[in-house]
Every structure is written in structure tokens, then in C-alpha cells.
């Protein structure tokens, strides 16, 4: 199985501040035939399902605001928030679709600070 | 609109067989997608248990394999969970999901439902 390793567990940003996070792969998740890495972010709140951010490490999803961006390649990824809203806190995963199983990370706690 | 609704009861007694369905809405799942079972536990990232095609064709988490069978039910436009032998470690909220892309068990998930609470215990 591929695992997904977050950084760091839990974060504190001031609003309007940038937050980042990392998610780490124990292998590339990089598709040589399309180029592709098969990464997607979520974010998820109290008392409710998961809601996909990202997939393909950077392609936001229909109605996301533009203030998430992704980034990384192989192994290496980043979310970041480049100016925290009071809405966006949330717990974030990372979430591998190279192989199966899927896997996700263990997931970063996003709070105001 | 696409959704998904699981249903199923919400206590287990340890060892016996843990039965979920979830109902789909909005599309009709001969039309394609690889339908999907998915858990977690507080405070954990989600797991997933495994996919099913609308041909049935299925493929499962190694670490739950033995315990796992996922159905589908074109007719009735649902697809299935059972998760015998449960023990207090399956104790966990249970989502079924669609990825994004029809064609492909390699895809992120882009449609969940709710989800629905099971606890394994005597």
C-alpha cells in the first residue's frame, strides 16, 4: 500500500494569513504515460462527508475558490490557502488514486488562530 | 442531481455480519462509474474498502478482503456492503462514494453520501 503522510497535524493561521500543508507519498504517484499524479485534496467538516478540493494535484474542482491551489509532483505535495476565511476550517486530507488501495493521509486540523 | 444515501442498522454484535446499502439517485448505475465503500473512524483519515463496477466486478482492500463482499443491484439501483466477523475495530462511519470520472477505479471521489454510523457491539 501507499502511504500518505501529512505536515504538519494540526495548524494556526491568523485570518487572511496563507496556510500550507504537506502530504507525502511512500512512493510517486506520477504517471509517466500522462504525466499525471494521481493526488487529490479534501476538506471536511464536523458532521460531514469529505469534499474533494483538488484532484490530479492541482485542478480545482468546480466552484472552489481560487484561494486553494495545489502543488508538487512525484512525491511531494502541497495545499495551500493563500488567505485563511473563516469557513475554511476544516480537517484536510491527501488522498492517493495511483494504485489500490486507495489511501489517504491521516489529516491536517486547520484552525484560526 | 446525483446522490447517494446509505442505510443499514446502526449496532452490530461483535462476530456477526455488518450489512449496508446505499441507494443511488439522479443516475442510473448501469450507466457506469466504479461505486465505492469507504470508512472512518474519529479523528482518522478515510479507508477505503473497496469498489464495485455496475458488471460486478469488484476489487476489494487487501487488509479487509476476507472479510468483504461489495453487490450491486442494477434494478434496484443500489449497491451493497457486507463486513462479516466485525469485531469493535469496524466500529466506524461508513460513506459510500462515486469518483469523478466513469471509466476508471483510478479517480478521486467526488460524490459522497452522508454517511451512516455503525457500532460493533454486544
Known amino acids: 500500500d501507499i502511504v500518505m503522510t501529512q505536515s504538519p497535524d494540526s495548524l494556526a493561521v491568523s485570518l487572511g494569513e496563507r496556510a500550507t500543508i504537506n502530504c507525502k507519498s511512500s512512493?510517486?504517484?506520477?504517471?509517466?504515460?500522462?504525466?499525471?499524479?494521481?493526488l487529490g485534496w479534501y476538506q471536511q467538516k464536523p458532521g460531514q462527508p469529505p469534499k474533494l478540493l483538488l484532484h490530479w494535484a492541482s485542478t480545482r474542482e468546480s466552484g472552489v475558490p481560487d484561494r486553494f491551489s495545489g502543488s508538487g509532483s512525484g512525491t511531494d505535495f502541497t495545499l495551500t490557502i493563500s488567505s485563511l476565511q473563516a469557513e475554511d476550517v476544516a480537517v484536510y486530507y491527501c488522498q492517493q488514486y495511483y494504485s489500490l488501495p486507495h489511501t489517504f493521509g491521516q489529516g491536517t486540523k486547520l484552525e484560526i488562530k | 442531481q446525483v446522490q447517494l444515501q446509505e442505510s443499514g442498522p446502526g449496532l452490530v454484535k461483535p462476530s456477526e455480519t455488518l450489512s449496508l446499502t446505499c441507494t443511488v439517485s439522479?443516475?442510473?448505475?448501469?450507466?457506469?462509474?466504479?461505486w465505492a465503500w469507504i470508512r472512518q473512524t474519529p479523528g482518522k483519515g478515510p479507508e477505503w474498502i473497496g469498489s464495485?463496477?455496475?458488471?460486478?466486478?469488484?476489487s476489494y482492500s487487501p487488509s479487509l478482503k476476507s472479510r468483504v463482499t461489495i453487490s450491486v443491484d442494477t434494478s434496484k439501483n443500489q449497491f451493497s456492503l457486507q463486513l462479516t466477523s466485525v469485531t469493535a475495530a469496524d466500529t466506524a462511519l461508513y460513506y459510500c462514494a462515486r469518483p469523478r470520472d466513469s471509466s476508471t477505479r483510478y479517480d478521486a471521489f467526488d460524490i459522497w453520501g452522508q454517511g451512516t454510523m455503525v457500532t460493533v457491539s454486544s
Open positions: 512512493q510517486s504517484v506520477l504517471y509517466s504515460s500522462n504525466n499525471k499524479d494521481y
Open positions: 439522479g443516475y442510473s448505475i448501469s450507466s457506469g462509474y466504479y
Open positions: 464495485i463496477y455496475h458488471t460486478g466486478s469488484a
